[in-house]
């Protein structure tokens, strides 16, 4: 079945540091692939989204490239604030899923000022 | 912000006691969506409805089961609730449309349970 692997946290920077959180999934046919954030204490919001292989979401200064060659959509950002601190899960939706997203497993970041 | 409120926000129950869950829309979108979040985990999909009276199990149902009556409620309910189903529950939403045929779910703030 689909799957999302996503990089252990907690990951945490300084800020104005560089960051790349590694995303890679698993799943038959051409999935579309989804960032989503989530604030302490909030749900989910969509950060940025990818349809087809080559599409660069981007957000708030946050970047993702759909790589279908490595099955990868890292996602990444030049200079993170304080307020970037939040947990990060990536996420596909297949054709045919009714919707459904697979989810990894989020990854936590803390930026220090 | 989409339409969803989810109720109640926080609960503690006893285990074995039954306990439901709501989710309410204002959106009219078609599809709802149950999900628990618990730490290591992510997210993952408990049941999910693609129209009034039209419901499916997703990768965790066990214990758990679900109605919608009305386009704008989706309830999510424990039998018998457990230890193990202490956790964060997320509802969330869609319509099933966007640029390039992209869905994009649309989540609540989220109830806590905790079974004791």
């Known amino acids: 079945g689909d799957s999302v692997t996503q990089m252990e946290g907690p990951v945490t920077l300084s800020e104005e540091a560089f960051l790349t959180i590694n995303c890679t999934y698993t799943?038959?046919?051409?999935?579309?692939l989804f960032w989503y954030v989530q604030y302490p204490g909030e749900g989910l919001q969509l950060l940025l989204k990818?349809?087809?292989?080559?599409d660069k979401g981007s957000n708030k200064g946050f970047e993702a490239t759909y790589r279908k060659e490595t099955t990868s959509f890292h996602l990444e950002k030049g200079s993170v604030q304080v307020s970037d601190s939040a947990v990060y899960f990536c996420a596909l939706r297949n054709q045919g899923s009714n919707y459904k997203l697979t989810f990894g497993k989020g990854t936590l970041l803390t930026v220090n000022p | 912000d989409a339409g969803i409120t989810q109720s109640p926000r926080h609960k503690v129950t006893e285990t074995g006691t039954p306990v439901t869950l709501r989710c309410h829309q204002t959106?009219?979108?078609?599809?709802m969506y149950w999900y628990r979040q618990d730490p290591g985990h992510g997210l993952r999909l408990i049941h999910y409805?693609?129209?009034?009276?039209?419901?499916d199990k997703g990768e965790v149902s066990d214990g758990y089961s679900v109605s919608r009556s009305k386009t704008e409620d989706f309830l999510l309910t424990l039998e018998s609730a457990t230890s193990s189903q202490t956790s964060v529950y997320f509802c969330?939403?869609?319509?099933?449309?966007?640029?390039?045929?992209?869905?994009?779910?649309?989540f609540g703030a989220g109830s806590r349970l905790t079974v004791l």
């Open positions: 409805s693609y129209g009034v009276k039209d419901t």
């Open positions: 969330a939403i869609s319509d099933g449309a966007g640029a390039g045929g992209a869905n994009v779910l649309t």
């Open positions: 959106e009219n979108h078609r599809y």
């Open positions: 799943a038959t046919g051409y999935p579309s």
């Open positions: 990818a349809t087809k292989a080559d």
